[in-house]
C-alpha cells in the first residue's frame, strides 16, 4: 500500500475557492478521514487525490512520485462510491471480475482472484446473481469486491455507506474497519458523520469552507479541538461554549467568568477581550447551590437510560451536563457548575482559535501541526 503526501493543494472553480491550500499525509496503511458539513471541500480533496479532478496548485505525492497532473487511471487507485455504480446487467461475479478482464488477465487467474475476494466479503453464495436483486449491503460488499480485487496502491471512498439504513450503517462500518485491518491498506475515507468517523479512522482531517479546521486522532481532536467550529462539529451533545469577557495572561493558569474565578491549562500565549471556555458535557460538574462554582438553573432533563442529559441556563448562556441517570436534579433546581481543569479548552472569540497550553501543544505535536489550510 501506500503514502500519500498532500502539499498546499488548492482548487479552484472559476471564482469559487473549494479548497484552499491544503497539506497533510496519510500514512502507508491507515485509515484516513475527511469530515466535514456539504461543501467544505471533503469530497473535492479525495476527488483530488484520486485524480478525477486536477488541483489547480500544489502536488500530490503517492509513494513519492508526483501524481499532481496524472489522470485516474494512471494512478491505480480504486474509488468506492455512495451509489455503488455497479453494472446491473452484469450479474456479481461479472461485476467484481470487470476491472480484471480489462487488464488482459487470464480466465483462470480472474477466477480464483474473484473466488479470493468474495470469501474475505463473505458473498461466496451470491457470485452468479444479479446485482439488481441484492440488498443495499449486498450491492455495497460488491462495490467493495471490484475494488479490492486488483490490489490498488489505495482506496478512495465518498459517503459509502450514506445509502444505508441507520443501523446497518454501523454494522458495514464495522465490517469496513475489520476488512481494512485484514489488508492493511490504505484507505481515504469521506463523510459528514462524526461518529463514523470517530468509530473508523486512525486520523481525521476536519475541513470547513475549504480550510483544514484541525488534523489529529479521533481522541486528540475530541479532546483538544484546534477551534470553535471543532468544538461544536464534534460530539453530541456538542462541546459547551461558555462565552465571557476576560483576559489572560502566558502563564496564566486560572481566568474570571464572570465573578467566578475559573481554572483552566496553564496558558503560553496572552488574549484579552470577547474569550470562550470550552467544556464536554461529560466534564460538567452538577454541584449544590451552596457550593464554589458557576451559578446555573436547570431548565430540561432528557432521560437516556444509564446517563441523562441536564440542560441549565447559566448568565453566560446555555450549559450541558452528562451525568449518571441515578443522580436526582429537578427542572428549575439552583446549581453550581464545576469544572476538572484538564478537560478544559478556551478560545479567542474572534479567530475561533484555541487559546495555546501545554495540553493543546502536546495534542498539535503529534499530529505535527493543526490548521494546514
Not at 1 to 24: G, H, Y
Not at 108 to 120: G, L, N, Q, Y
Request: charged residues 25%; contains cysteine.
Amino acid at each position: 500500500m501506500s503514502e500519500i503526501i498532500i502539499k498546499n493543494v488548492r482548487k479552484e472553480f472559476d471564482d469559487f475557492v473549494a479548497v484552499q491550500s491544503s497539506s497533510f499525509t496519510i500514512e502507508d496503511g491507515e485509515f484516513f478521514m475527511l469530515l466535514g458539513p456539504s461543501g467544505c471541500g471533503k469530497t473535492t480533496t479525495l476527488r483530488m487525490i484520486a485524480g478525477l479532478e486536477l488541483p489547480t496548485s500544489g502536488e500530490i505525492l503517492i509513494d513519492g512520485q508526483d501524481v499532481s497532473r496524472l489522470p485516474a487511471s494512471q494512478r491505480d487507485i480504486a474509488f468506492v462510491f455512495q451509489m455503488f455504480a455497479l453494472y446491473p446487467h452484469m450479474n456479481v461475479r461479472n461485476n467484481i471480475s470487470y476491472p480484471l478482464k480489462s487488464q488482459g488477465m487470464r480466465r483462470r487467474d480472474m477466477r480464483a482472484k474473484v473466488a479470493e475476494v468474495s470469501k474475505i466479503l463473505g458473498i461466496e453464495d451470491i457470485l452468479d446473481k444479479p446485482v439488481g436483486g441484492l440488498s443495499g449491503g449486498d450491492r455495497q460488499r460488491v462495490a467493495l469486491g471490484r475494488a479490492i480485487v486488483r490490489d490498488p496502491k489505495a482506496f478512495m471512498m465518498d459517503e459509502p455507506l450514506g445509502a444505508l439504513d441507520a443501523e446497518f450503517r454501523e454494522h458495514m462500518a464495522e465490517e469496513l474497519r475489520s476488512l481494512h485491518d485484514r489488508m492493511n491498506a490504505t484507505t481515504v475515507y469521506v463523510t459528514h458523520d462524526q461518529l463514523e468517523a470517530m468509530q473508523m479512522g486512525d486520523k481525521i482531517v476536519v475541513m470547513n469552507h475549504g480550510v483544514i479546521e484541525q488534523f489529529g486522532t479521533p481522541q486528540d481532536i475530541y479532546d483538544r479541538p484546534a477551534t470553535t467550529f471543532v468544538a461544536e462539529f464534534i460530539g453530541s451533545p456538542a462541546m459547551n461554549l461558555i462565552r465571557f469577557e476576560g483576559q489572560l495572561a502566558a502563564g496564566d493558569d486560572a481566568v474570571s467568568v464572570g465573578s467566578h474565578r475559573v481554572a483552566v491549562p496553564q496558558s503560553s500565549a496572552t488574549a484579552a477581550g470577547k474569550l470562550v471556555l470550552g467544556v464536554r458535557p461529560e466534564h460538567v460538574q452538577l454541584n449544590d447551590a451552596s457550593a464554589e462554582g458557576l451559578a446555573a438553573r436547570v431548565v430540561a432533563t432528557e432521560y437516556l437510560g444509564t446517563t441523562q442529559i441536564v440542560t441549565l441556563e447559566s448568565e453566560h448562556g446555555e450549559v450541558k451536563a452528562r451525568t449518571a441517570a441515578s443522580i436526582d436534579v429537578g427542572v428549575g433546581e439552583n446549581l453550581r457548575l464545576g469544572f476538572d481543569v484538564r478537560t478544559l479548552s478556551l478560545f479567542d472569540e474572534a479567530d475561533g482559535k484555541v487559546i495555546p497550553s501545554a495540553l493543546h501543544d502536546q495534542a498539535r505535536d503529534r499530529a505535527g501541526g493543526w490548521a494546514h489550510g
